[in-house]
C-alpha cells in the first residue's frame, strides 16, 4: 500500500551549486548528504513537508547519474512513493505485468530499501518504491 510521496529526486552534477535555488530563492533547507554506495550516487536532502527534495549527484564516472546527465541534462530523475511492505509490493506488480528494474528491494537513502519500476511501464517516469527500515 502507497502511504505518501517520499520524495522527487532531480539529478544534478552539483548538490551545492544546485541547492542553491532551493536554499536562496525558496527559503527552504539543505539539510544533509549522504553516499548510497549500492547506486553510485550522492544524495542531497531539501524537506518539505511531508516530503523532500532529493538533489541525486553522481558520485563515480560509471554512476547511472552520469549517464542521466549526459543525455538528458539536470532535472526530474525519479518519483518516489513510500510504502509499507517494499518487496510484496515488487512482488505484486511484477504479478500484473508490470515492468521492473528492480524484483527484490535493494539499500536506499536514508536507511530504507527501495526498488524502481521501469518508465515504459508507468507513461516514461521513473518510480521507485521505498520503505523505512
Ligand atoms: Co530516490
Known sequence: MIKKVSHIAVAVPDIEEAAKFYTDKL???LVGREDVV???VTVGFIPVGETRIELVQPAAPDSPITKFLETRGPGLQHICFEVDDVAA????LDAAGVKLIDKVPHPGAHGTMVGFLHPS???GV???LSQQM
Open 126 to 128: 521513473l518510480v521507485e
Open 121 to 123: 511501464a508507468t507513461g
Open 27 to 29: 527559503g527552504l533547507k
Open 89 to 92: 509490493e515488487l512482488k505484486r
Open 38 to 40: 549500492g547506486t553510485k
